[in-house]
Protein backbone atom coordinates (compact mmCIF):
# COMPACT_ATOMS: atom_id res chain seq x y z
CA UNK A 1 0.00 0.00 0.00
CA UNK A 2 2.90 2.25 0.71
CA UNK A 3 4.16 1.66 -2.82
CA UNK A 4 0.63 2.39 -4.27
CA UNK A 5 0.29 5.56 -2.04
CA UNK A 6 3.63 6.94 -3.05
CA UNK A 7 3.15 6.21 -6.62
CA UNK A 8 -0.40 8.28 -6.28
CA UNK A 9 1.70 11.04 -4.83
CA UNK A 10 4.33 11.12 -7.39
CA UNK A 11 1.58 11.20 -9.81
CA UNK A 12 -0.15 14.17 -8.77
CA UNK A 13 2.83 16.13 -8.52
CA UNK A 14 3.94 15.77 -11.99
CA UNK A 15 0.24 16.39 -12.44
CA UNK A 16 0.52 19.57 -10.84
CA UNK A 17 3.83 20.59 -11.88
CA UNK A 18 3.30 19.78 -15.55
CA UNK A 19 0.26 22.50 -14.96
CA UNK A 20 2.74 24.73 -13.66
CA UNK A 21 4.81 24.63 -16.24
CA UNK A 22 2.48 24.90 -19.50
CA UNK A 23 0.99 28.42 -17.67
CA UNK A 24 4.67 29.31 -18.03
CA UNK A 25 4.96 28.80 -21.63
CA UNK A 26 2.64 31.72 -22.40
CA UNK A 27 4.31 34.20 -23.59
CA UNK A 28 3.58 37.67 -23.18
CA UNK A 29 3.13 39.48 -26.82
CA UNK A 30 3.10 43.86 -26.89
CA UNK A 31 -0.04 45.14 -28.33
CA UNK A 32 -0.21 45.92 -32.05
CA UNK A 33 0.87 49.85 -33.15
CA UNK A 34 -1.52 52.16 -33.84
CA UNK A 35 -0.93 53.53 -37.05
CA UNK A 36 -2.01 56.87 -37.65
CA UNK A 37 -1.61 58.56 -40.98
CA UNK A 38 1.15 60.96 -41.29
CA UNK A 39 -0.92 63.22 -42.76
CA UNK A 40 -0.31 65.42 -45.99
CA UNK A 41 2.70 66.27 -46.90
CA UNK A 42 3.90 69.75 -49.04
CA UNK A 43 6.85 68.85 -49.88
CA UNK A 44 8.09 67.82 -53.23
CA UNK A 45 6.27 67.60 -56.82
CA UNK A 46 2.93 68.81 -57.94
CA UNK A 47 0.55 69.21 -61.24
CA UNK A 48 -2.40 70.20 -61.73
CA UNK A 49 -5.10 72.52 -63.05
CA UNK A 50 -6.77 75.63 -62.85
CA UNK A 51 -9.62 77.84 -64.08
CA UNK A 52 -10.92 81.55 -63.29
CA UNK A 53 -11.17 84.37 -64.91
CA UNK A 54 -8.84 87.50 -66.00
CA UNK A 55 -10.01 91.59 -66.46
CA UNK A 56 -8.01 93.84 -67.62
CA UNK A 57 -8.48 97.94 -66.40
CA UNK A 58 -6.92 99.69 -69.58
CA UNK A 59 -8.58 98.96 -72.49
CA UNK A 60 -11.57 97.34 -70.84
CA UNK A 61 -11.35 93.44 -71.54
CA UNK A 62 -12.50 90.45 -69.88
CA UNK A 63 -11.19 86.77 -70.45
CA UNK A 64 -12.21 83.46 -69.35
CA UNK A 65 -8.68 81.40 -68.53
CA UNK A 66 -8.48 77.38 -68.12
CA UNK A 67 -4.72 76.32 -67.60
CA UNK A 68 -2.27 74.22 -66.08
CA UNK A 69 0.34 74.26 -63.54
CA UNK A 70 3.42 72.17 -62.19
CA UNK A 71 5.70 72.91 -59.85
CA UNK A 72 8.12 71.81 -56.41
CA UNK A 73 7.52 72.84 -52.56
CA UNK A 74 10.17 72.37 -50.03
CA UNK A 75 8.93 73.01 -46.14
CA UNK A 76 12.23 74.66 -45.03
CA UNK A 77 11.57 75.46 -41.90
CA UNK A 78 7.44 74.55 -39.91
CA UNK A 79 5.72 75.89 -41.17
CA UNK A 80 7.45 77.72 -43.83
CA UNK A 81 7.59 76.52 -46.94
CA UNK A 82 9.05 77.89 -50.21
CA UNK A 83 8.23 76.60 -54.10
CA UNK A 84 8.79 76.66 -57.78
CA UNK A 85 6.03 77.00 -60.23
CA UNK A 86 5.22 77.53 -63.95
CA UNK A 87 2.03 78.09 -65.51
CA UNK A 88 0.30 78.08 -68.99
CA UNK A 89 -2.57 79.67 -69.35
CA UNK A 90 -5.42 80.09 -72.45
CA UNK A 91 -7.33 82.96 -71.97
CA UNK A 92 -10.50 83.29 -74.64
CA UNK A 93 -13.44 86.11 -75.05
CA UNK A 94 -14.94 84.91 -77.31
CA UNK A 95 -12.82 84.38 -80.34
CA UNK A 96 -9.21 86.16 -79.60
CA UNK A 97 -7.02 83.32 -77.93
CA UNK A 98 -3.77 84.52 -75.68
CA UNK A 99 -1.34 82.38 -74.11
CA UNK A 100 0.13 83.30 -70.61
CA UNK A 101 3.10 81.51 -69.43
CA UNK A 102 4.60 82.20 -65.87
CA UNK A 103 7.38 80.68 -63.98
CA UNK A 104 6.53 82.03 -60.43
CA UNK A 105 8.29 81.82 -56.72
CA UNK A 106 6.02 81.43 -54.31
CA UNK A 107 7.01 81.45 -49.96
CA UNK A 108 3.50 80.59 -47.80
CA UNK A 109 2.99 79.07 -44.15
CA UNK A 110 1.34 76.17 -42.60
CA UNK A 111 -1.41 77.37 -40.75
CA UNK A 112 -2.39 73.97 -40.41
CA UNK A 113 -1.38 70.16 -41.61
CA UNK A 114 -3.90 70.68 -44.30
CA UNK A 115 -4.15 74.52 -44.98
CA UNK A 116 -1.39 76.55 -47.25
CA UNK A 117 -1.48 80.17 -47.18
CA UNK A 118 1.25 81.62 -49.86
CA UNK A 119 2.38 84.75 -51.72
CA UNK A 120 2.88 84.67 -55.56
CA UNK A 121 5.07 86.44 -57.74
CA UNK A 122 5.82 85.54 -61.19
CA UNK A 123 7.85 86.85 -64.54
CA UNK A 124 6.20 85.47 -68.09
CA UNK A 125 5.59 86.27 -71.72
CA UNK A 126 1.56 87.27 -73.35
CA UNK A 127 1.56 85.60 -76.44
CA UNK A 128 -1.62 87.59 -78.68
CA UNK A 129 -2.49 87.16 -82.58
CA UNK A 130 1.70 86.76 -83.14
CA UNK A 131 2.92 89.32 -80.73
CA UNK A 132 5.09 88.45 -77.54
CA UNK A 133 4.54 90.80 -74.00
CA UNK A 134 6.89 90.42 -70.89
CA UNK A 135 4.50 90.52 -68.38
CA UNK A 136 4.81 89.63 -64.71
CA UNK A 137 2.13 88.65 -61.34
CA UNK A 138 2.10 89.00 -57.97
CA UNK A 139 -1.03 88.10 -55.28
CA UNK A 140 -1.97 85.02 -52.52
CA UNK A 141 -3.59 82.30 -52.52
CA UNK A 142 -5.20 79.45 -50.40
CA UNK A 143 -4.34 75.68 -51.01
CA UNK A 144 -6.30 73.02 -48.99
CA UNK A 145 -5.25 69.61 -48.30
CA UNK A 146 -8.89 67.13 -49.65
CA UNK A 147 -6.71 63.97 -49.14
CA UNK A 148 -3.59 62.46 -48.95
CA UNK A 149 -2.47 63.03 -52.56
CA UNK A 150 -5.16 66.05 -53.60
CA UNK A 151 -5.39 69.79 -52.82
CA UNK A 152 -7.43 72.62 -54.35
CA UNK A 153 -6.64 76.08 -54.21
CA UNK A 154 -7.75 79.50 -54.93
CA UNK A 155 -5.55 82.46 -55.58
CA UNK A 156 -6.00 86.41 -56.99
CA UNK A 157 -2.94 87.98 -58.56
CA UNK A 158 -2.33 91.11 -60.18
CA UNK A 159 -1.00 91.28 -63.67
CA UNK A 160 1.07 94.40 -65.17
CA UNK A 161 3.02 94.73 -68.51
CA UNK A 162 7.10 95.25 -68.78
CA UNK A 163 6.72 97.36 -72.15
CA UNK A 164 5.35 101.05 -70.92
CA UNK A 165 3.54 101.02 -74.35
CA UNK A 166 1.05 98.58 -72.66
CA UNK A 167 0.93 99.10 -68.86
CA UNK A 168 -1.11 101.89 -67.42
CA UNK A 169 -0.60 101.18 -63.68
CA UNK A 170 1.73 99.19 -61.68
CA UNK A 171 -0.59 96.36 -62.22
CA UNK A 172 -2.85 96.40 -65.51
CA UNK A 173 -5.01 93.44 -64.57
CA UNK A 174 -6.56 91.01 -62.37
CA UNK A 175 -6.72 87.48 -61.95
CA UNK A 176 -8.75 85.09 -60.03
CA UNK A 177 -8.39 81.35 -60.35
CA UNK A 178 -9.45 77.95 -58.67
CA UNK A 179 -7.51 75.09 -59.43
CA UNK A 180 -6.93 71.12 -57.89
CA UNK A 181 -3.31 69.85 -57.81
CA UNK A 182 -1.83 66.22 -57.64
CA UNK A 183 1.28 66.26 -55.19
CA UNK A 184 3.53 63.13 -55.85
Do not use: K
Amino acid sequence: MLIRSLACGVAAAALFSSAALAADLIIPTAPAPIMESAGFSWDGLYAGAQFGGLFYRAPERAYSSIGVHAGVNFVVADPILLGLEATADYLNNGGVGVGQYFANARVGALVTDQVLLYAIAGVGVETIGGFTNGIYQLGAGVELAVTEDISVRGQLTGLGFFDPIFRANALDGARATVGVSYHF
